[in-house]
């Protein structure tokens, strides 16, 4: 027992390293997200929409990684899904897969709307259920600026000047310039330029959004970096170098990185595939053992005798009605929500994005199961609600929320010394070396990650979300859940071989 929590803690360890290493590496996949958009419009049908998203996504994902770019359609009708995505111009196919890991895993926060793009610093993602691969303006394009440095006039003659070249060369240049020109007179001061138009637009379509984009884009100045984000294309201008290396002809020869990359990825592939199978053969024997204990009739009613049943109006009450002043957060799985019942307990109402009505025995079956999952190290679900418009879990509440709140929050992460996130790490270990061997019900996780890891009052470790990854597993509803893994792979290996400064001391 010792020595799995051991490995599981230096594993998670590793983990937490790398979310908190320096920025050391040679280039950067810029996956910082700069504005999500979505549409207004609700989805068609939730039974249709779903899979066409994920098939589309995949579909998008195979093409980024061979060419940087993607476009996909899946389904007809108003149940389609076209799907864009594309990585700027100085990023390579490495980085290109993390920034793109980075967008697939946010859209899914415009669901139950039909449509969204949304726009990173490396790259840029949009799906609809309609055709827009040559659309270049529209009604949601804007700039956005960064209010960090008033510029003198020599450096907003510069910007202007370095913008116009890169607007200018984009168009004839596949759709992608940059531009570096030095302010005169100034010491190491330099106005730096990034255009990128979408490869489904024309030569004349692309220079129409980059010069309508550039227009708004002057009006940030003189502040010292903006961004336009248009329909058809993305421009910037920063005093910051924010380019990535051009690639030298040297670099030409396969890279040890993207190699070690594609090997480790198939042999995860292959694993997560076969401990999905193996589930579906288990799953289906057990299910032959309960035959005529999923009836949802007798199932509902049994349930509605017991604790673990929960009225959707009580919920809808003790969370007033949903109140964005009540909301905790928003995950893959669905948005939290604060609540105070009628006997003054607080508890964490979460709203599933993808209902389970239509399998609501299966639903009821899994929050028995993981109801009577009880560790130190796991936050308790309380119980759930399927009677309603909506499926509801309630589990136990817990002031200081996540994470991922204190290590990416300079003010906060002062109160977590290196004694108090050992004890998390450790914590963390216990409550997944819990879950793996349990006798009763063994449960994967999958989705290990700062934001799923809950603090108490005292600043202990709660693992969260780890019945979803069983509820959902079947119908792959998750869509962030097939690259959770791969993408940590990815990451250690981008920052393990493109780092001269990792080291790692044998005890």
């Not at 550039?214 to 984000?229: F, I, Q, T, V």
């Not at 209902?355 to 028995?368: G, L, M, Q, S, T």
Request: net charge positive; proline share 3%.
């Amino acid at each position: 027992m010792e020595k799995a929590v051991t490995l599981v803690a230096f594993r998670l360890f590793v983990v937490l390293s790398i979310l908190l290493l320096p920025n050391v590496s040679e280039a950067e996949p810029r996956s910082q997200m700069i504005q999500i958009i979505c549409s207004t419009q609700p989805e068609h049908n939730t039974t249709a929409f779903v899979p066409n998203f994920v098939a589309t996504m995949e579909k998008i994902s195979d093409q980024m990684r061979t060419q940087g770019y993607g476009i996909a359609l899946t389904g007809s009708g108003p149940d389609a899904n076209y799907g864009l995505a594309q990585c700027y111009g100085d990023l390579s196919l490495l980085d290109c897969v993390l920034c793109y890991a980075e967008a697939r895993t946010v859209l899914p926060q415009c669901f139950p709307f039909n449509g969204g793009r949304i726009y990173l610093d490396g790259c840029f993602m949009r799906a609809e259920n309609y055709t827009f691969d040559h659309q270049y303006l529209g009604p949601e394009d804007r700039h956005v600026c960064e209010n960090r440095t008033r510029k003198d006039s020599l450096f907003q003659q510069t910007a202007r000047r370095a913008v116009q070249q890169a607007v200018a060369s984009a168009p004839n240049n596949n759709g992608y310039s940059r531009a570096e020109l030095a302010v005169p007179g100034a010491m190491n001061e330099t106005a730096y330029v990034l255009a990128d138009c979408w490869k489904t637009l024309s030569a004349n379509s692309c220079r129409a959004c980059l010069e309508n984009a550039s227009a708004s884009m002057m009006g940030c100045l003189p502040w010292s970096e903006g961004r336009a984000l248009y329909t058809g294309c993305f421009l910037r201008y920063s005093d910051v170098n924010f380019l990535n290396a051009i690639a030298s002809s040297e670099d030409s020869s396969p890279n040890v990185v993207v190699i070690v990359i594609a090997v480790v990825s198939a042999v995860v592939v292959f694993v997560l595939g076969a401990i999905i199978a193996f589930y579906m053969w288990k799953n289906k024997q057990i299910q032959k053992k309960r035959k005529g204990s999923n009836d949802v009739e007798k199932l509902v009613k049994t349930l509605n005798d017991s604790s673990l049943n929960f009225k959707y109006s009580t919920l809808e009450k003790a969370t007033a009605s949903f109140d964005e002043a009540n909301k905790l957060g928003q995950g893959g799985f669905g948005t939290v929500y604060k609540g105070v019942l009628q006997d003054g307990r607080e508890i964490a109402v979460k709203r599933l994005f993808f209902n389970n009505k239509h399998r609501a025995a299966d639903f009821y079956n899994e929050v028995n199961i993981i109801s009577s999952v009880e560790h130190k190290n796991l936050v308790r679900l309380l119980g759930c609600s399927c009677s309603g418009p909506e499926s509801l879990l309630v589990y136990e509440f817990l002031p200081n929320q996540s994470l991922d709140r204190f290590i990416f929050d300079s003010t906060k992460g002062k109160t977590l010394n290196w004694e108090k996130r050992f004890d998390i790490i450790i914590g963390t270990a216990e409550g997944l070396v819990y879950l793996h061997e349990n006798n009763r019900t063994r449960i994967i996780h999958r989705d290990i990650k700062a934001s799923n890891i809950l603090l108490d009052s005292r600043l202990r470790a709660k693992i969260a979300d780890f019945g979803l990854a069983r509820s959902f597993q079947e119908d792959k509803s998750h869509i962030s859940t097939a690259i959770a893994g791969t993408l940590l792979v990815i990451l250690y290996f981008h920052h393990l071989n493109r780092s001269s400064k990792l080291m790692f001391a044998k005890h």
